[in-house]
């Protein structure tokens, strides 16, 4: 079936810096790509998403990007705080079912004081 | 706003038993999931429904049956559970890209 990868799988940063993490898909009708923060114990909440009329979108610290032509798309956090540390999953939409996500395997961020 | 409520939020079971998970959502979504989340790892759709009777397998549909009886709610069964499986059942519900996901169901098969 069609897959989101997502790199790096385990990501440790200093407070302050920023962190960045990629994702690939492979289905060039995917047209909307949502980032989820999950914390431990608790369920994923979306935190940022991009449609693909876009190649930039920013909320406060976190920026998204996309390109289309290469499929791929990340998402930066600057200035990191010890409460960004939780997992992050990536998501792109699928051309094969109504509002189906194909959700990437999930980069676990620790932001180190 | 809304909720997206899970029932039970702990499901310790025995090995062949079936096993049945709840979810309400009163966004008054349209679509509903169901993902199976195994420890440190991605989701994966186990069957989503885009309205009240409607049902459609996702890639991890095998073992499993769901069912949706109405707009708000949407259960998930668990034909025969395996022993020592552990994995968190998450619901999600969506209008229409967004999804909102439950709180999960952890599930322990002894």
């Known amino acids: 079936g069609e897959q989101v990868e997502q790199l790096p799988s385990i990501l440790r940063v200093q407070e302050g810096s920023s962190a960045s993490i990629n994702c690939s898909y492979e289905?060039?009708?995917?047209?909307?790509f949502p980032w989820y923060k999950q914390e431990p114990g608790e369920n994923p909440k979306l935190i940022i998403d991009?449609?693909?009329?876009?190649e930039r979108k920013q909320i406060q610290e976190l920026i998204v990007l996309l390109d289309k032509k290469a499929k791929r798309f990340s998402l930066h956090i600057t200035d990191t705080q010890p409460g960004d540390s939780a997992m992050y999953f990536c998501a792109a939409s699928s051309s094969s079912g109504s509002w189906q996500l194909i959700f990437g395997s999930g980069t676990q961020l620790t932001v180190m004081p | 706003g809304g909720i997206i409520t899970q029932t039970p939020k702990f499901l310790i079971g025995q090995e062949g038993q079936k096993l049945t998970l709840k979810c309400q959502q009163n966004?008054?979504?349209?679509?509903m999931y169901w993902y199976r989340q195994d420890s440190g790892k991605g989701l994966r759709l186990i069957y989503y429904s885009i309205t009240e009777n409607d049902l459609q397998k996702g890639d991890l549909s095998e073992g499993y049956d769901a069912s949706r009886e109405k707009k708000s709610s949407f259960s998930l069964t668990v034909t025969s559970a395996q022993k020592n499986e552990m994995a968190v059942f998450l619901c999600?519900?969506?209008?229409?890209?967004?999804?909102?996901f439950g709180p999960g169901t952890r599930l322990t098969v002894l």
């Open positions: 289905d060039s009708a995917s047209n909307y």
């Open positions: 966004f008054n979504h349209d679509t």
């Open positions: 999600a519900s969506s209008i229409r890209e967004e999804q909102y």
């Open positions: 991009i449609r693909s009329n876009m």
